[in-house]
């Protein structure tokens, strides 16, 4: 079998930035971002050499909101890439979609140029929690653009929530939660409000303007999120991911398990033979890198080999995201240490107070473990 | 010891003062300090002064305190010389030496002020033009009158809008009975009438008088540890003189030693000279490795001839408040060890000694003069150390008289003795000035009755202020006295104690239980009245204070094995961090990086985890 690799195109452009988000993106015109897909086209060409002998097992175009480009674009980015890269027959290609920026007749394209999966970042079904959000859209847009979505086959499409944001009661997020699962995407992202530093509502919160739920109302919010979802078809496959029957997304599943990636474009992540790098994060330097440049990696910002210690960390914190867990099995044939060896008192620990749970050779979160992953993740992290 | 503003003012201007010929005639000699309510303006004045008598501008002044600095730095020595000497040409045209002694101006050092000021003969009284006299102003005054020196009032900041000099001249005739009327109205700031200030001190303030053919007699005001030189002892000639390699005994400790160097202070520098005679303010080396044998307040007197009398006012320096200091890594023991041991070469006043807590591990028990002078030492451990500490409720020392007759200095709540071998316990007395405006003395006698104090009496200073005196139970003080004296009088109060005694009392130990385990650590005395009150408000800020966690947890307060008090922490219901950042997996390392480092500063009690300030609970209990 060939190595499988992944990839992720990131497209640091949206219409406005909305008031909680820390990503990488931000208003830019036409021509940048031309310029932009242009120079990504070279990176793309100029990676080539990690894909050999390697196939692409799955692509996804993040961002930022990259169904803000011309559908032009998305493919001359998508021929880059099948230029470059052996991409399997069956591969996951996602697109990110925000239903304010996005136009039915880029659906078509979208298809023909290969994507088969839309993420379209929902957020919320009322309009004032959208509006409180920043979000440029309201739930109407997003019904239009699922549907069309729909109408041109489109037949692997997440929806992304987020919970635990200002205003929100658990009556209208019971109300959201019913009006997407009646849609029956066949993938649910559920995230909760993370406030980040340098956002307007880490401001808000500094000056005491932001009201949101208490950790009770939350943790109650998650409760039923994982059961309403439960009940309606939707498996819990990882700490914010639901999926309906065979729909888990593999390029997720990717970065939990240790797949390498490559991440292209303006600050992308990537994770290839043990090594950790992102590209830089300025968007002129990053446009004026000449073809010497890309080919030399000259982009890459905090490249960093792992060690071993720091591989059995990453192993565990990031597996265990996932709800099936770990495998000693697997460890002990990567590592050649038994994970007993390693984290034997943290298991015993987890195991004994009922955070994780043991099954055959899996060590997991319990549902209660997932609800406290950080206290039980930061216990993996060695020295 | 002093431990005010770092002093190191106008830095060379021995530069131009040759060092001087040993025959200077005692009658142009004036030795003084300045004495100042914090932030009326001594500092500023003191360096007006030095810069107005050494003839360098205020530039000059700024570079020159700059590269000393430096140098100072790169040398290893430690500057605290808050003592400076002059040379000021007068109107009646002859030379003047100027010896300023600096005093801290705060009452947790009252022993060092008043041996400063022993080594004075006159004082600067300077008084804020806007706010008056204020609490430590008159403690400062009257300690100086107590002292017999000749104290001339100023008044400062003519140059704020709200400045109101003809009052607080009124005020300060009234209240302290010193004429104003021709007090020096100045602005040390832009230095307007600075001169004025000048011309009093040579004025009103005595020549030094003091026989330099008797008995040596020498007075130590302070003294500071050079990794060189060993001990420098600051001292003031009564009487005969000292000079290099003369042998020396220290009357109160008999530590003797041959003096190595004998000298007098540039501002932030040692100058050596050959003599120093009665009537003069020096410094003397004699290699001393040990600060305790050269306690402030004793008397240097020659070994060969002895004076038959040592001077007056000495008395050993002991402790008012206690707390256990811990490392918050308990790794770090050694470490804080070490820096305790460097802060003790300076300052003879602090005392530890270790001790182990059953919840805290290893740590020291430090005794403090006060307050202000724990927060110093916590303070330098954590920023010149670089050590991150936890600190346990401050400590009075009780007096517990067991039924055996045995009476023990209880310093440590842990240590108490079973309540059945307890006939009585007495706890320290203070007698407290505070000065108001008047329309706070409601809430503060409020404060004051609440906090166990005994009225003595009030007086009106003029319309608007007035001085409370209490007598208050010295541990009613050290817990938030003073953050809930500021907050209720909205920062117009000002506050000053001096230690009465003791009194019997009826005090009881109040242990806390977390998860229905005792913590010795949050174990504190407390009067037996307040508390059922104490215990439930210390168990409301522990709920606060320590994070929920995996399971509920109980908070107890116990007298004696029986709970009066009870709060819950509720079980940990959500700690997880749902956000995809695309594959960005160091970003979300780092978060997780973070959450372990946050459990390691917090202490493991059985199967709980406690944050360091939880440690301070008990400071923090004012309700208002």
Redesign the interface.
Same mark, same amino acid.
């Given at each position: 079998m060939k190595k499988e690799i992944e990839l992720y195109i990131h497209i640091p452009f949206c219409v406005k930035k909305c008031s909680y988000c820390d990503f990488l993106s931000f208003p830019a015109g036409l021509e940048v971002q031309e310029a932009y897909v242009r120079q990504l086209q070279r990176e793309i060409s100029a990676s080539s050499h990690f894909g050999e002998g390697a196939e692409v097992r799955s692509v996804f175009l993040g961002g930022g909101t990259p169904s803000l480009l011309e559908a032009e674009r998305v493919v001359e980015i998508m021929s880059a890439i099948r230029h470059s890269f052996c991409v399997s027959q069956d591969a996951e290609i996602t697109i990110e979609c925000n239903p304010g920026s996005t136009l039915r007749h880029k659906f078509a394209v979208y298809k023909k140029a290969g994507i088969n999966r839309l993420s379209i970042g929902l957020q919320s079904a009322e309009n004032a929690e959208l509006r409180m959000l920043g979000r440029i859209h309201s739930y109407e847009e997003f019904l239009k653009c699922y549907q069309g979505a729909r109408m041109e086959g489109f037949d692997n499409i997440n929806v992304d929530l987020i919970n635990c944001i200002p205003m929100q009661t658990m009556h209208t997020w019971k109300k959201t939660l019913r009006q997407v699962s009646m849609l029956r995407p066949e993938h649910i992202s559920v995230y909760n409000l993370i406030i980040e530093e340098g956002t307007p509502y880490h401001e808000m919160q500094e000056k005491g303007l932001l009201m949101l739920p208490d950790e009770d109302e939350q943790a109650d919010i998650d409760a039923y999120t994982r059961d309403f979802l439960g009940r309606n078809g939707y498996q819990r496959y990882e700490i914010s991911n639901y999926a309906r029957e065979g729909a888990m997304c593999i390029h997720n599943i990717g970065y939990w398990t240790e797949v390498p990636y490559l991440g292209l474009g303006l600050g992308a992540s990537s994770y290839f033979d043990g090594v950790r790098w992102k590209n830089t994060s300025d968007i002129r330097e990053y446009l004026e890198a000449d073809q010497e440049a890309l080919s030399a990696g000259r982009l890459r910002r905090e490249e960093h080999q792992l060690s071993e210690r720091e591989l059995m960390e990453e192993f565990m914190f990031l597996g265990l995201r996932m709800v099936k867990g770990v495998s000693e099995t697997d460890f002990l044939l990567k590592f050649g240490h038994s994970m007993d060896k390693v984290y034997g008192a943290v298991l015993e620990k987890y195991l004994e107070n009922g955070l994780m749970v043991k099954e055959g050779s899996r060590y997991r979160l319990s549902e209660r473990g997932l609800d406290l992953s950080n206290l039980v993740l930061s216990d993996f992290l060695l020295g | 010891m002093f431990l005010g503003k770092p002093v190191l003012r106008a830095q060379s201007f021995f530069a131009i003062i040759k060092p001087m010929s040993n025959n200077i005639n005692q009658n142009n000699i004036r030795n003084f300090c300045i004495i100042a309510h914090i932030d009326h303006g001594k500092s500023t004045l003191a360096d007006r002064i030095i810069e107005m008598t050494g003839l360098l501008t205020q530039r000059e002044m700024q570079d020159q305190v700059l590269d000393n600095m430096d140098l100072e730095r790169e040398r290893g020595i430690t500057i605290k010389a808050q003592t400076i000497r002059t040379v000021y040409k007068a109107d009646d045209g002859q030379e003047y030496i100027l010896n300023l002694i600096d005093t801290p101006g705060h009452v947790d050092f009252n022993y060092e002020v008043s041996r400063a000021l022993a080594a004075c003969d006159g004082a600067v009284l300077v008084v804020d033009a806007a706010q008056g006299i204020e609490a430590q102003t008159l403690a400062n005054v009257y300690l100086a009158l107590d002292h017999g020196l000749e104290v001339f009032p100023v008044i400062n900041k003519i140059d704020l809008p709200s400045a109101d000099p003809d009052r607080v001249a009124a005020e300060i005739e009234d209240v302290i009975g010193l004429e104003a009327h021709d007090a020096p109205r100045i602005s040390a700031k832009t230095g307007e009438n600075v001169h004025d200030v000048l011309e009093m001190i040579v004025k009103k303030i005595p020549a030094p008088t003091g026989d330099p053919d008797a008995r040596l007699r020498a007075l130590i005001f302070d003294s500071v540890y050079d990794q060189y030189k060993g001990v420098i002892v600051f001292c003031r000639i009564k009487e005969g003189r000292i000079r290099k390699g003369m042998p020396i005994r220290m009357m109160a400790t008999g530590a003797e030693y041959d003096v190595v160097e004998v000298g007098y202070f540039g501002a932030g520098r040692f100058i050596p000279c050959d003599e120093l005679s009665a009537g003069m303010v020096g410094y003397v080396t004699a290699s001393i490795k040990n600060i305790q044998t050269t306690e402030v307040g004793d008397t240097i007197t020659g070994r060969d001839e002895p004076a038959a009398e040592p001077l007056p006012g000495y008395k050993k320096v002991t402790s008012m408040v206690y707390c256990g200091i811990y490392p918050a890594d308990g790794a770090r023991y050694p470490d804080l060890r070490d820096a305790l041991e460097k802060l003790k070469l300076n300052d003879a006043s602090l005392f530890y000694e270790p001790e182990t807590s059953v919840a805290l591990g290893f740590g020291f028990r430090c005794g403090f003069l006060g307050l202000l002078h724990l927060e110093i030492i916590q303070e330098r451990l954590e920023r010149e150390y670089n050590l991150d500490l936890v600190t346990t409720a401050p400590s009075v020392i009780y007096k517990v008289h067991k039924t055996n007759g045995e009476v023990i200095d209880l310093t440590n709540p842990t240590n108490l003795p079973d309540p059945s071998l307890i006939d009585y316990m007495e706890e320290p007395i203070v007698d407290a000035e505070i000065m108001v405006t008047t329309e706070f003395v409601g809430s503060i006698m409020k404060l004051c009755q609440e906090r166990r104090g005994v009225y003595k009496s009030m007086e009106y200073m003029e319309e608007t202020r007035a001085l409370l005196r209490y007598e208050l139970p010295l541990n009613e003080i050290i817990y938030d006295f003073f953050d809930a004296l500021k907050s209720r009088s909205r920062g117009y109060a000002s506050f000053d104690y001096t230690l009465k005694g003791y009194k019997p009392s009826k005090l009881v130990k109040l242990d806390i239980l977390v998860n229905r385990e005792e913590v010795d650590a949050l174990s504190f005395i407390v009067f037996a009245d307040s508390a059922y009150d104490r215990g439930r408000r210390m168990c409301e800020k522990l709920k606060e204070e320590i994070p929920?966690q995996?399971?509920e947890i109980p908070i107890q307060a116990a007298i004696g094995g029986k709970i009066i008090a009870r709060e819950t922490i509720?079980a940990?219901?959500? @700690? +997880?961090?749902?956000?995809?950042?695309?594959? @960005? +997996?160091?970003r979300?390392?780092k978060?997780?990086?973070k959450?372990?480092e946050g459990?390691k500063r917090m202490r493991q009690i059985g199967n709980v985890t406690i944050p360091q300030q939880a440690f301070m609970s008990v400071l923090k209990l004012d309700d208002e």
């Open positions: - | 929920r995996q399971f509720k940990l219901r959500k @700690d +997880v961090l749902a956000k995809c950042y695309g594959g @960005d +997996v160091s979300k390392k978060l997780l990086e959450q372990k459990k």
